[in-house]
């Protein structure tokens, strides 16, 4: 009995088997295009809550900045507030102590500064301190070109250092802005008011900006 069932041709199977290749290589770069807009996205959204965790800390502690000198490991006065272009050292409220449960002050000395393209806050958990007291170190932000500090004097002039040279009763600036670079995401600028300074001039304006406001 004649069969007439055919099976493919050797150039039908090489045929069909060129259209699976170009498809699979289509797909393949379709897929290889997802999971790197994934990765991106997760890159971009990794660094922009790194970056709001880092401005909510300095808006924490800037603003609650306060006049209380310390006593260093050298046993030597320092200022409640030191500035310098690239590096600031502050007193500052608001360390945690649940219904005062711990032995220790709710005061914290705190410093922001730039190491190896790295923005660091520093903090030490006494004020006073002796020779085996160590900073403990956090790196809030990598890849940061640059850190700027700026201070705000009494005559609403931003100066690059405080205390002032000639300064006598003024302890706290009225305000500081802080200038990021980030490698690959621009400059951003913002200002943080300090509270303890300002209430004590109520009549004053920041450069047209309202009381405990901020500005990018």
Known sequence: MYNSKKGFTLLEILIALFIFSIVSLIMVGVLHTVFNSQSITEKHATRLSQLQITLLLMSH??????????????????GPFIGTPDTVTFT???????????????LQRTQYSLINNQLVRSIWLVLDQTQ?????????????????????????????????ADQKQVILPRAVRVIITLKNEGTLSQLYL???????????QISGQQPNAKSN
Request: glycine share 6%.
């Open 61 to 78: 502690d800037l603003e609650q900045t306060i006049n209380r000198p310390i006593t260093d490991a050298k046993g030597i006065m320092e």
């Open 92 to 106: 500052h409220a608001g360390f945690a102590n649940p219904m005062g449960l711990l032995q220790r002050s709710t």
């Open 132 to 164: 085996q007291t160590l900073p403990i170190d956090r790196i809030l932000l990598d890849d940061t070109t640059t850190l700027h500090f700026e201070y705000l004097d009494n005559q609403g002039k931003f100066q690059n250092t405080w205390p002032l």
């Open 194 to 204: 300090i509270p303890a300074q300002t209430l004590e001039h109520p009549s004053g």
